[in-house]
């Protein structure tokens, strides 16, 4: 069965570092999605690509948070600097983009901030 | 702008006993809903979804949802919890096939041996 693919699992990082997560959509899915979820809440959205375009950005931290899909396949969020507040599991998704609107999500980076 | 609403952020039942999960939406147009679960440190796998047609509709594992657009609500229900359901449970709203979900904050369920 395909699945989205994430990594790494798991990322320990101090303060003000770097830190990058990769994404692997199913394949033939154009739509792809980062997803922020903070310890006991529910996913939020961070950004939300077609293809290789931003379709909506608008909650993403743009002055730490970057995001890139080039070849409209898989996707990188970079976080520079990283602060405590990022502390949080990193989900991404994706869609066919069909009447049906079910998302596929991958097993998600957890992101630790010391 | 779309939201849903989990109530409670945890619920306890016995094994074999019902399961109701509470969730309502608020979307100015008809709504796409979902229900998702969440086991630790994993992502999230549908349980079972409403776009059109039947208002209720079944899922995974024994669960169902009805739709009811009068109070704007789609509740989970399973009529006797096992212990493998214990997990977190998230409901979510959309409004097409292309745009992306509005979670809930999630309800936690245990079940009680």
């Known amino acids: 069965e395909a699945e989205v693919a994430q990594s790494p699992r798991y990322k320990i990082t101090e303060k003000s570092q770097a830190v990058a997560f990769w994404c692997d959509p199913i394949s033939g899915h154009a739509t792809l999605y980062w997803y922020r979820q903070i310890l006991g809440q529910g996913p939020e959205l961070l950004v939300q690509?077609?293809?290789?375009?931003?379709?909506?950005d608008s909650q993403l931290p743009k002055d730490r948070f970057s995001a890139e899909r080039l070849k409209g396949v898989d996707s990188t969020l970079k976080i520079q600097p990283a602060e405590l507040g990022d502390s949080a599991m990193y989900l991404c998704?994706?869609?066919?983009?069909?009447?049906?609107?079910?998302?596929?999500f991958g097993e998600g980076s957890r992101l630790t901030v010391l | 702008a779309q939201s849903v609403t989990q109530l409670g952020s945890h619920v306890s039942v016995s094994e074999g006993a019902l399961v109701l999960l509470r969730c309502n939406y608020s979307s100015s147009v008809p709504p796409y809903l979902f229900w998702y679960v969440q086991y630790p440190n994993q992502g999230l796998q549908l349980l079972l979804k409403?776009?059109?047609?039947?208002?209720l509709v079944k899922g995974i594992n024994g669960f169902e949802a009805e739709f009811k657009k009068s109070e704007t609500s789609f509740h989970l229900t399973k009529p006797s919890a096992h212990m493998s359901d214990a997990a977190e449970y998230f409901c979510?709203?959309?409004?097409?096939?292309?745009?992306?979900?509005?979670f809930g904050k999630g309800t936690r369920l245990s079940v009680i041996a």
């Open positions: 998704a994706s869609s066919a983009g069909l009447s049906t609107g079910e998302l596929f």
């Open positions: 979510a709203v959309s409004h097409s096939g292309n745009t992306p979900l509005v």
């Open positions: 409403y776009t059109t047609g039947a208002t």
């Open positions: 690509f077609q293809d290789e375009s931003v379709v909506d």
